[in-house]
Nanobody
Framework: QVQLVESGGGLMQAGGSLRLSCAASGLTFSNYAMGWFRQAPGKEREFVGAISRSAGNTAYAESVKGRFTISRDGAKNTAYLLMNSLKLEDTAVYYC????????????????????WGQGTQVTVSS
């Protein structure tokens, strides 16, 4: 039974930092690319970033490039999203996703390609 569980969300002032975690179980973690997506109230879910199976390649949305960093820890079967310099517009529910067929950064942005999804964690940025 595959399960992805996000954690680490909460309330943070603009300019602060949060680190989100995505713990995976029921799958061979090293065989899966991991993606992060977010959905703000009244908006469509959008791509945030992704990391390849080998952790050698990453991709980011332009809106977060230079502020957010994706990483993964194979020993802990966990992917991370470190969010620095948070802005009000970063407020959203953040989801992690996994898929074993994504082998290059060219397809990481396509959310329809991810087979497994977590339940999401709320991030709220205040002024």
């Amino acid at each position: 039974q595959v399960q992805l569980v996000e954690s680490g969300g909460g309330l943070m002032q603009a300019g602060g930092s949060l680190r989100l975690s995505c713990a995976a179980s029921g799958l061979t973690f090293s065989n899966y690319a991991m993606g992060w997506f977010r959905q703000a109230p009244g908006k469509e879910r959008e791509f945030v970033g992704a990391i390849s199976r080998s952790a050698g390649n990453t991709a980011y949305a332009e809106s977060v490039k230079g502020r957010f960093t994706i990483s993964r820890d194979g020993a802990k079967n966990t992917a991370y999203l470190l969010m620095n310099s948070l802005k009000l517009e970063d407020t959203a529910v953040y989801y992690c996703a996994a898929d074993s067929t994504l082998l290059s950064t060219t397809v990481f942005r396509d959310q329809s390609r991810y087979r497994y999804w977590g339940q999401g964690t709320q991030v709220t940025v205040s002024s």
